[in-house]
């Protein structure tokens, strides 16, 4: 069944602790952390300190989403922070590849983000040694923007692509997601939905995790 990853980007970070429990309660599998460098995107968020102390305070399965340049630099301090998940951008290094393997060695799992703007090309060969792929539906940076229309079509052929090649391998969706498009996008292929302003700029998150998890089990 479809997966709910709460962005904490739309959260109160004054509260957290609280903002995270409220997702957990409501049921959702991951938990999705923006780190942004004021390099790759023009804006700058949290780093490896902020990301051991949420993994203190939770046991929900940290989804760590690098917007930085050259990810490769910085692996070992997310994932020695508590990351369960690490994606980086592969328009930001030229080994996209020898950053997988670097992700894998830490034991966890690794996964490729795509800019709206960038084909499916690019990550044609690296799926064998992806666990996530993560296309992005809005330009990265910011929350509460909306969705990009024909990165569905891109959904639909990744995964055909990933169906044709016999992978297992999970397709996430990030930017200007909600109650209204899930679904649609849920039968395009995607499996694990980022869900920011969403949530978080709801009256009540949990209640808003809880029903948005209540529509993707009818759809099974
Ligand atoms: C944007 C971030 C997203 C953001 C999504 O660059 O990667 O994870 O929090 O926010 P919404 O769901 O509000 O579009
Ligand atoms: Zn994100």
Redesign the pocket.
């Known amino acids: 069944m479809a997966k709910i990853?709460p962005?904490?980007?739309?959260a109160d970070f004054a509260r957290l602790a609280e903002d995270i429990e409220k997702v957990e309660r409501g049921g959702a599998e991951y938990l999705?952390i923006?780190v942004?460098d004021g390099q790759f995107?023009p804006?700058i968020t949290m780093g490896p300190p902020i990301i051991k102390s949420i993994r203190a305070c939770t046991k929900m399965f940290l989804d760590v989403?690098l917007?930085i340049d050259k990810p490769e630099r910085y692996i070992k301090e997310f994932a020695e922070a508590g990351a369960d998940l690490i994606t980086f951008h592969v328009e930001a290094t030229p080994h996209a590849h020898r950053v997988l393997q670097a992700i894998h060695a830490q034991g966890i799992k690794a996964g490729v983000v795509l800019n709206p703007g960038t084909s499916l090309d690019t990550i044609e060969y690296l799926l064998p040694d992806v666990d996530l792929v993560l296309l992005?539906?809005?330009?990265?940076?910011?929350?509460?923007?909306?969705?990009i229309p024909q990165v569905k079509t891109k959904i639909q052929v990744l995964r055909d692509l990933v169906t044709r090649m016999g992978l297992q391998v999970e397709i996430q969706v990030?930017?200007?997601?909600?109650r209204e498009n899930i679904l649609e996008l849920v039968r395009a292929g995607a499996d694990v939905f980022?869900?920011?302003?969403?949530?978080?700029?709801s009256e009540d998150p949990e209640q808003t995790t809880k029903d948005v998890r209540k529509m993707l089990a009818l759809q099974g």
């Open positions: 990853a962005s904490i980007l739309s999705h923006d942004m995107v804006n989403h917007m992005m539906s809005v330009n990265p940076g910011f929350g509460g923007q909306s969705f990030d930017g200007g997601v909600n980022v869900m920011g302003s969403a949530i978080f700029n």
